[in-house]
């Protein structure tokens, strides 16, 4: 495998991670935490696993012996047997229920067994015909939080969304391994991916090829499908872990930006660039921008060239909903889009000191330093949260420590900060009077994310009244595709 193995190594054993807590009925299972820990050592290591033998990858911390084999199996067979095997008995659709709070592992599964359900859809279903509160523990109340979950969460059973942060690693290895292949000679990920919505239906992929029928079948075999749904010399499609759908399409290099234009969308933005060609007696689509008259190609390789011979500048794909984008383009107004270079500095950052934080203080430092950033701010998790919170005498220590760290980077402003944890009556760790001693306080919402929107509301308030809080943290407390927002 190449370098992309650890991604796809750590990608199974995620899976493995879900379909374990199924087959288990448990999320807390010695497997289960045994398999977590591998996937974040994975994550962590800086070597390609497919460089390590299974007893150098027992070495490393949080990972044993089985899972050094399992990581070997996949770094050599492209599989796990185990992860197969689960898939056959869990379906992603069956899997996909657990994203829903208030759904455990055994939970899912009395579902299936007693209710026959197997999918969104049925649970929507079954909570309409009030069949949920005949299991044991559950209740009207029970069905009127799944149902205000499934809505919330956008689930749609069919039409299931992906997370854009689960979607755009896998579709970026995708385009690596096929820029490499005989006869490419472009590949981009296009649809609502490039738009960067934050879910996706599927993965759009584009090539340009003098070699269609080779790429068609690099991609049918990469490492990363799990079942091929169709083959053919110009579409081919193929799923991935956990039920995604990936089409391929090839074009010739020739039509290669209009291609790209067309299917990265969104289709009203498409539509309106198509009425702005009819206006000026041409056609526009997937194989170029012609004169209806002579069908001469007037554009059809770039993006770039296709917008400017509709007298329009680049308008970025971030852009492109048809919100009105193509007239700001027309008179110039288009926004300029955050750029990575734009960051000053950061005021959320967690060490190892508490529960979220992996590197030590210097380490992350260093880091801001490296990045160029003017500030940043240390704000690990003050004693409230079960995950390790700082004491007071901790939070002392650290400042200690920060402020013996200031003298290395004189040229960065070194915050010492926490992040507090609202109560459900928006109280905060901590005292005013001690509050009063930090550089920067960041109060966030870390549990009772099911209050009524009253009660939410008063809490941010009395937290924002705070005089030691100066942010909110992750403000909705939502999780996209996993956990719905707070009201």
Known sequence: MSASSNREVIRMFSELVDLTKLDEGSAQSFRVRAYEKAASALSELDRDVADMTAADLAKLPGIGASSAKKIREVVDTGTMEKVEKLRKAYPPALLELTRIPGLGPKTVLLLRDQLGVEDVDGLKEAIAGERIRELPGMGAKSEEKLAHAIERLGMHGKDRRTPIAEALPI???????????????????????????????????????????????????????????????????????????????????????????????????????????????????????????????????????????????????????????IASASTGELPKLVEERHIKGDLHVHSDWSGDGRAPLEAMLDGAAARGLAYVAITDHAEGLAINGLSRDRMLEQREVLAAMRAKHDDMEILHGAELNIAPDGSVDWDDDFLEGFDWGVASVHSHFDLDAETQTQRLITAMETPGVNAIGHLSGRMIGRRPGIE
């Open 171 to 325: 579709a970026e290895e995708i385009v690596a391994a096929l820029s490499g292949v005989a006869g490419v000679k472009s590949v981009q990920y296009c649809g609502s991916l490039r738009r960067f919505r934050e879910t996706i239906g599927d993965i759009d992929i584009l090539v340009a090829s003098t070699q269609p029928e080779i790429a068609s079948e690099a991609f049918v075999e990469l490492p990363i499908a799990t079942e091929v749904v169709a083959k053919g010399e110009t579409k081919s499609v193929i799923l991935v872990s956990g039920g995604l759908q990936v089409d391929l399409r090839v074009v010739p290099p020739s039509s290669f930006g209009a291609a790209v234009m067309y299917f990265t969308g969104s289709k009203q933005h498409n539509i309106e660039l198509r009425q702005r060609a009819i206006d000026r007696g041409w056609t526009l689509n997937e194989y170029g921008l012609s004169d209806v008259e002579t069908d001469e190609v007037i554009a059809s390789k770039t993006e770039k060239a296709i917008y400017a011979a509709l007298d329009l500048p680049y308008v970025a794909a971030e852009l492109r909903e048809g919100i009105g984008e």
